[in-house]
């Protein structure tokens, strides 16, 4: 079955720091990407539309600064968290589209 | 906005009791309706796709129905087993861009 693969599984970071996270669908070709995030006991929320080749959409109430998203090729989009806050910590899940939607398995951010 | 509510929001039951998780939207005009497992701190599992023009979906122990006019789906799972502990999310597609709103989850305990 399709795969999407994402990493870090993890991060740690410090205040003030950026950190990128890659999301890539390793056996079929995605134009279309999703970045969702999700706080403790909370519901995933979406943050952006990755699309291959142009610019992201953002959400509304998402820093389309802070989260920048590009997405150069047919299997990848990266997440970056730019200055990154403690208040950033939080769960940020990819998803491709390859009918239905594929998921990856999710990376930690912890900002100290 | 599409809002998208799970009751309860935890579930504690002895192994061999069949469950029943409730999830409410408020716009009826929705494309799909996807249920997911996730274990803690991992990403989501697809355990059932119910397009609009479908009243439900079944596989294995599992079956999904979907009542669009009442905004309501219903996941029941089979005689549980300790394995199935995890927490259920359900998400509605917004119109036919894949794009979903979650709800927050039932989160469910199988006692041995």
């Known amino acids: 079955g399709a795969v999407v693969s994402q990493h870090p599984s993890w991060v740690i970071c410090k205040s003030g720091t950026s950190v990128k996270i890659e999301c890539r669908s390793l056996?079929?070709?995605?134009?279309?990407m999703f970045w969702y995030r999700q706080f403790p006991k909370q519901s995933l929320m979406l943050m952006a539309t990755s699309n291959e080749g142009s610019k992201a959409t953002y959400e509304q109430g998402v820093e389309k600064d802070k989260f920048l998203i590009n997405h150069a090729s047919l299997t990848l989009s990266t997440l970056t968290v730019t200055s990154a806050h403690p208040e950033d910590s939080s769960f940020y899940i990819c998803s491709a589209l390859n009918s239905p939607l594929h998921f990856g398995n999710g990376t930690r951010l912890t900002v100290t | 906005k599409q809002e998208v509510t799970q009751i309860p929001a935890a579930l504690s039951v002895p192994e061999g009791e069949n469950l029943v998780l409730n999830c409410s939207f408020t716009d009826s005009a929705i494309y799909n309706l996807q249920w997911f497992r996730q274990d803690p701190g991992k990403g989501l599992t697809s355990l059932l796709l119910i397009q609009s023009s479908q009243r439900e979906q079944t596989s294995g122990r599992l079956n999904a129905s979907l009542d669009k006019s009442s905004g309501r789906s219903t996941l029941y799972i089979a005689a549980s087993q300790p394995g199935d502990s995890a927490t259920y999310l359900c998400a509605v597609y917004r119109e036919d861009d894949y794009k979903l709103s979650f709800g927050a989850g039932t989160t469910v305990t199988v006692r041995a």
């Open positions: 056996d079929f070709q995605a134009t279309t």
